[in-house]
């Protein structure tokens, strides 16, 4: 039994759909992830054909409408919360972040796109024929969405009704695997109000990618991406033209819960392997376990852990309920990707030498802390957002 396996039996928002879903992902991980992920860290990025494995397993599709093969009845947003949990348990955040890239990058077409782009895009992202990523951060603008220097001008000649892009896209997640980019350009004036988001197939002419190497993350391929006169047909335009901002907003909220859980979940398998190293390790001749220091700190990262799981769970039942605010998911990342630094470090602390060295979980997780606080949003960005949705001022 794991520790989210004891939680979720006293949490009243899980019931036993919710622990065969984290059987039935378990067993999964175990059986195509966890004797491979060493070796898809070291090379970079994940096998297209784990995408297909985890459609036909039911994980991509899970909470998506069933008419484009997805799995959505009789589940809710606990059971994706499940889904996070069981994947994060061979502390490789790079794992979720690549494989489960469609959770960012499909649900504004799903909201806003033309039933034909549906009809062309979901189905096969959701039986892992194809990968979709998201693009809207670029090299010179990070959280400063409204003001994206990407464009897309619209255009008509013999290909038909369509627009040119040109412009770029920085630290994009399955960027260098990735079919389709659900990007963010500037079809209108300047701010919000001239932002379009547009489906762009990544195998167009004037399309280049350069890989980036990076601290953590690692099997997830991460791309710098360069649009040279990039011609996408009128019909990929999602949603309105220059109504592009909402899409991009509404995805926040949901994104920014995942990465919370996230954080959860990599700080439980910090806090595993921290327990089984106390308990077993021998210093002045008993278990670190046996000295009060140590005791301390790990009951310090198991409180930590919990509130904010407790925290997480209350925002995952105000989704559902429709009383979700966005200012609670703004503060909700930085305490879950706070206490995951702490919590990371404690655990590296109790490890000792043991977490400098390549192999253990802790080490791993420990690089993988800054993209957490940073991605989706920085702390900055979000107290600030937060602040302003709660008490005003601009």
């Known amino acids: 039994m794991t520790a ?69 009845q009789g589940f809710d947003n606990f059971h994706s919360l499940v889904v996070t949990e069981e994947l994060a348990a061979v502390g490789a955040g790079g794992l979720g972040a690549s494989l489960m890239t469609h959770g960012i990058g499909l649900p504004p077409i799903l909201a806003l796109g033309s039933d034909e782009l549906k009809r062309r895009v979901a189905p096969r992202v959701l039986a892992g024929e194809k990968i979709i990523a998201l693009g809207i951060t670029e090299a010179g603008g990070g ?62 002419p004037g399309v280049s990618r350069t890989r980036l190497d990076k601290m953590g993350w690692r099997c997830s391929d991460t791309a710098a991406i360069h649009f040279d006169g990039v011609r996408v047909p009128a019909s990929n335009l999602i949603g309105p033209e220059n109504g592009g901002f909402i899409g991009i907003v509404r995805n926040f909220n949901a994104e920014r819960l995942g990465m919370a859980m996230g954080c959860c979940a990599y700080a439980r398998v910090a806090m595993a392997e921290a327990v089984a190293w106390a308990q077993t390790r ?4 008993k278990p670190l376990v046996g000295h009060q220091s140590i005791r301390i700190k790990l009951a310090d990262m198991e409180r930590q852990i919990e509130a904010t799981q407790a925290w997480v769970d209350l925002c995952a ?78």
């Not at 021998?282 to 001749?285: K, P, R, S, V």
């Not at 039942?317 to 703004?330: I, L, S, T, Y």
């Not at 802790?362 to 993209?371: H, P, T």
Request: glycine share 12%; hydrophobic share 40%.
């Open 282 to 285: 021998q210093t002045f001749g």
């Open 143 to 204: 959280s400063d969405v409204a003001n994206l220097k990407t464009t897309a001008r619209r255009s008509s000649g013999p290909g038909g009704d369509h627009y040119v892009v040109d412009g770029g896209k920085m630290f994009i997640t399955s960027g260098m695997r990735a079919d389709w980019l659900t990007a963010a350009v500037r079809t209108g004036g300047p701010g919000a109000g001239g932002i379009s988001l547009l489906l762009i197939a990544m195998d167009s």
């Open 317 to 394: 039942w105000q989704v559902r309920e429709g009383k979700d605010r966005p200012a609670d998911f703004a503060m909700l990342k930085v305490q879950a990707t706070r206490m995951l630094e702490a919590v990371a470090r404690e655990a590296a602390q109790v490890l000792g030498g043991a977490s400098y060295i390549t192999g253990s979980k802790v080490e791993r997780i420990y690089r993988e802390v800054r993209v957490n606080a940073i991605g989706g949003g920085s702390e900055e960005i979000m107290l600030d957002l937060a602040g302003r949705q709660l008490f005003g001022g601009r």
């Open 4 to 72: 989210f396996d004891a939680w979720r039996a006293r949490c009243p928002y899980y019931d036993e759909t919710h622990e065969a879903l984290a059987m039935s992902v378990r067993r999964f991980v175990a059986r195509e992830i966890a004797p491979h992920i060493d070796r898809w860290e070291a090379e970079g990025e994940l096998p297209r054909e784990l995408h297909r494995k985890a459609a036909e397993a039911g994980i991509l599709g899970l909470r998506y409408p069933e008419e484009y093969g997805g799995h959505s």
